[in-house]
């Protein structure tokens, strides 16, 4: 497999969003593209969107079943995570 643009970017969305999902999850301010100090929720809802864009790119470039299989396990520690944190929230969500 050779890299291409593709893969950066795909890179970009999972890596991208998962400081954003972290502080949401967590409910703390972070910044987002949509203000400075952005609310939880903001921050939680954009690291998904960065999540689902990073996913929907590799189903339609390489949707082999490596990468579905790597799809899966990140969508399942991603739900973990995030219903696993509701006991670590902060008092801004």
Do not use: C
Request: without cysteine; positive net charge.
């Amino acid at each position: 497999m050779s890299l291409s643009i593709w893969h950066i970017v795909v890179g970009f969305f999972f890596s991208n969003g998962m400081p954003h999902f972290i502080a949401g999850a967590a409910g703390k301010r972070f910044r987002s593209p949509l203000g400075a100090n952005s609310s939880a929720r903001v921050n939680l809802i954009w690291g998904l969107i960065n999540f689902v864009l990073g996913t929907l790119l590799v189903l339609w470039k390489s949707p082999t079943p490596e990468w579905q299989s790597f799809l899966l396990a990140y969508w399942v520690v991603v739900a973990m995570f995030a219903f696993g944190m509701s006991h670590f929230k902060g008092d801004d969500f």
